[in-house]
């Protein structure tokens, strides 16, 4: 399986992620919509089979259509701070009128693909989700899962080890959420994290892991390169 980073609207970028690996199943690490054309996204990602998790992006989305007309507006303009705006803009949203945005958006089939996006993914011994883990772990584990920004080397070790009680098979985790100029490696209690969000929405690159070999991808809407292969990184082969 492929795994991929945070796509935020970039259509040739998840083009050329689906081209590139169209032989193999492929999961986005979240954050498909917002910042771009979130409706051909979303539109791309049901029409090749591939699959999402979800992002905080598409948690902010979900919590405006869910939410009450009490607290309608205060859960637009946090989803609007975030680069809600162009995802509205992409479905031809233009209304002004909060409560008749939500029911445009929450009822609209493509969007609603969102509320099938799993917290994670488990492979083996690799777990796939969106952020990663940090304090809050303790108290809400998904919410830690769709928000930390926290790298594992940076997390308390009473956390990671609850973390390894929780899911005592992981020794890897595979991230996006947290922008790195390319694919970086953490560890803490011999549990390693790849993060793979590069930025798409301006640096027009998205990192991407192959859960087969191995292998660490840097892609642009032009070409795909190899960064290396996580044995090879780690200088070790005990997580594999």
């Avoid at 952020?131 to 809050?136: E, F, H, S, T, V």
Wanted: with cysteine; hydrophobic share 40%; glycine share 6%.
């Amino acid at each position: 399986m492929i795994i991929a980073g945070d796509i935020h609207g970039q259509v040739r970028l998840i083009e050329k992620v689906l081209k590139s690996f169209e032989n193999n199943k492929i999961l986005f690490a979240g954050d498909i919509i917002d910042r771009g054309d979130a409706k051909s996204c979303l539109k791309l990602l049901s029409e090749s089979g591939a699959k999402s998790l979800i992002g905080n992006h598409e948690q902010m989305a979900i919590a405006f259509c869910n939410a009450p007309e009490a607290d309608l507006k205060s859960f637009y303009n946090i989803w609007m701070a975030n680069g809600g705006l162009s995802t509205l803009k992409s479905f031809g949203i233009k209304n002004k009128d909060l409560k008749s945005v939500q029911i445009l958006i929450r009822t609209n089939a493509i969007f609603d693909i969102i509320r099938r996006f799993d917290i994670y993914k488990i492979i083996d011994d690799t777990i796939i989700l969106h952020a990663g883990i940090d304090r809050n772990y303790l108290l809400d584990p998904h919410e830690s899962f769709v928000w930390s920004r926290t790298p594992i080397d940076k997390v308390g070790s009473s956390v990671v080890l609850s973390f390894k009680n929780d899911f005592p098979a992981i020794k890897f985790m595979i991230t996006g959420h947290n922008i790195v100029k390319t694919p970086a490696i953490y560890t803490n209690c011999s549990i390693l994290q790849l993060r793979i969000d590069l930025g798409s929405f301006y640096s027009k690159t998205v990192g991407a892991f192959d859960t087969e070999s191995k292998n660490i991808y840097k892609i642009s809407e032009n070409d795909v390169v190899l960064v290396g292969n996580i044995n090879s990184m780690t200088n070790s082969r005990s997580y594999f």
